[in-house]
């Protein structure tokens, strides 16, 4: 029973420390990102990474889901006789929700565990040290425009991912099932407000900083944690960790967003 | 005008106490390490000898003690003034730490762009002068997944010297490396000591590295240091565990040289 005690407070304690080490590299990239020199060269090599690389994921995985709610959508509407209400319903679902959080998972999968894995190899390799020997802050040149990227390429894929799911459900309601264009349109045009498209664009960007800003901090304070003294099998651990951790934070976060916004 | 007196000693290192938890890894270092000589830290695996040059590096920082660098003291020193002093520091570590996605001549060229603001002439030919140093000019565009053992840890040599430091800090130079790699690095060291007249401190465990580069040796174990001095000095020590380390060392590269000897033989057969 002690012992179950001591694991949980083990736990515990590692999971405050874990978070306020994530806390403290944020503010250290905000404060970095103030003082010159700006690396515009690097954050678009960033981008092009997290964000055009992503890109036919976010497509494909898009239309699929589109295709789906389209699908769902119908054969529930259609049982009360309601199909018009269809284009609202996947775009309401797309814009609010799936867009965001469907957009971030991916991004963690494809391009969150290449960060960590990527940051922590340099840790275990002394890339990390060499960079801070020669003078350069490692906060500035390997984390900042990643973290950076993640903020801008995330929206800009969920804006994608809306799109390309919009057209995969009107395809199912429209194209395969036969509802009434104009009925499909100006169900999404009247249904769609302001505020919906505001809550997926506030939603996208938390979710890019976060997911980029955990798989960066699992990657770069490796050394600090267990898996920092077994090489090759440590950073396997802290990629798989990143990629449940920010899974989980996307999830948990879309609820407290939602919560607080609605 | 005041004249600035020289600093004898590059680096002085007073009381070192390191923790790791409850282990102490040093135990109360005092170390003088003079400007414009060849320092080499020796001692076997396990001694602190990295840990030793990760507080040196300011990379860890120590339990207490204090560690003056150029006159600068580097406990409890501001991080501008800690910027300041690594641009006076070029490190070649261990396994090289190059950047992968870099090639040779971008590896060597990250400080000068980082800190300099040369034209892309300037620095070329920079590059190119320190590349010819370590022997590297005909490799600058291989990428260093491409690089053998000796030539990674020359590359890493030319990028520590690329912004002309004042101390060079070299990690176990002869790693992993054949004998004859290993006394052309110990050629090199030698050559950038009386060319670029810097301080250079080298830590290895390397018995024929340490006899034939250093100036001043200083021998640590168990954390502490157990002789400092010349390298006559060093092998007349009466200090039986330097005695020790210095005679198993000996006995370990004469049973490696017959292994060696005894697979060819083998190989022949």
């Known amino acids: ?262 | 005008m005041t004249e600035i007196p020289a600093v004898e000693n590059a680096i002085t290192i007073r009381d070192l106490v390191v923790d790791y938890g409850t282990r102490r890894i040093l135990d109360g270092i005092n170390l003088d390490i003079p400007a414009g000589q060849i320092m080499v830290i020796m001692g076997g695996s396990g001694a602190g000898k990295s840990t030793l040059l990760r507080c040196i590096l300011g990379l860890k920082k120590p339990t207490s003690g204090s560690i003056n660098i150029l006159g600068t003291e580097v406990n409890g020193v501001r991080a501008r003034d800690m910027h300041a002093l690594r641009k006076q520091m070029g490190v070649a570590f261990q396994g090289g730490a190059l950047f992968s996605s870099m090639s040779v001549a971008e590896n060597i060229q990250l400080p000068l762009r980082e800190h300099t603001r040369l034209d892309e002439t300037t620095i070329e030919i920079m590059t190119r002068i320190k590349l010819d140093m370590v022997n590297m000019l005909p490799h600058e565009h291989l990428m260093p997944a491409e690089l053998s053992g000796g030539m990674t840890k020359r590359t890493a040599l030319a990028r520590a010297i690329i912004m002309d430091p004042k101390l060079l800090f070299f990690d176990e130079p002869s790693s992993g490396l054949d004998p004859s790699t290993s006394a052309e690095l110990d050629e090199l060291i030698i050559m950038l000591k009386n060319s670029m007249r810097m301080t250079i401190i080298v830590i290895t465990h390397e018995l024929d590295s340490v006899f034939k580069i250093a100036d001043h040796i200083a021998v640590i174990g168990e954390g502490r240091i157990l002789e400092t001095g010349t390298p006559e000095q060093i092998r007349a020590s009466t200090n039986l565990e330097v005695q020790d380390l210095l005679h198993r060392k000996a006995r370990e590269t004469v049973v490696d040289a017959d292994a060696h000897l005894r697979r060819l033989v083998g190989e022949e057969e």
């Open chain 1, 1 to 262: 029973m002690l012992k179950k005690l001591e694991n949980i407070g083990t736990y515990t304690l590692t999971g405050l420390e874990q978070t306020g080490r994530t806390f403290n590299l944020l503010l250290l990239v905000l404060w970095e990102l103030a003082r010159p020199p700006y690396r515009f060269y690097t954050i678009v090599r960033q981008i092009y990474f997290i964000g055009a690389r992503s890109l036919s994921l976010i497509v494909i995985s898009g239309v699929t889901i589109g295709m789906v709610l389209g699908l769902q959508f119908y054969s529930i509407l259609e049982r009360f006789g309601s199909v018009n209400l269809l284009g609202a319903g996947v775009a309401l679902s797309v814009i609010r929700e799936l867009g965001p959080v469907m957009t971030a998972l991916m991004v963690v999968g494809r391009a969150g565990s290449a960060i960590t894995a990527e940051l922590g190899i340099m840790r275990i390799t002394e890339q990390v040290d060499a960079l801070e020997c020669m003078a350069i802050s490692p906060n500035k040149y390997l984390v900042a425009p990643k973290v950076i990227a993640g903020l801008i390429s995330v929206p800009l894929l969920t804006a994608v991912f809306d799109s390309v799911a919009l057209f995969g459900g009107y395809f199912v309601g429209v194209v395969m099932f036969g509802v009434a264009e104009g009925s499909y349109m100006n169900g999404m045009i009247d249904a769609v407000e302001w505020e919906d498209v505001r809550l997926g664009l506030v939603k996208s960007v938390i979710f890019g900083v976060l997911i980029t800003l955990i798989c960066c901090a699992k990657g770069f304070y490796m050394h600090l944690t267990k898996a920092g003294s077994q090489g090759a099998e440590g950073v396997s651990f802290v990629t798989t960790d990143a990629v449940v951790l920010s899974s989980i934070a996307v999830l948990f976060s879309d609820f407290l967003i939602g919560a607080i916004f609605s």
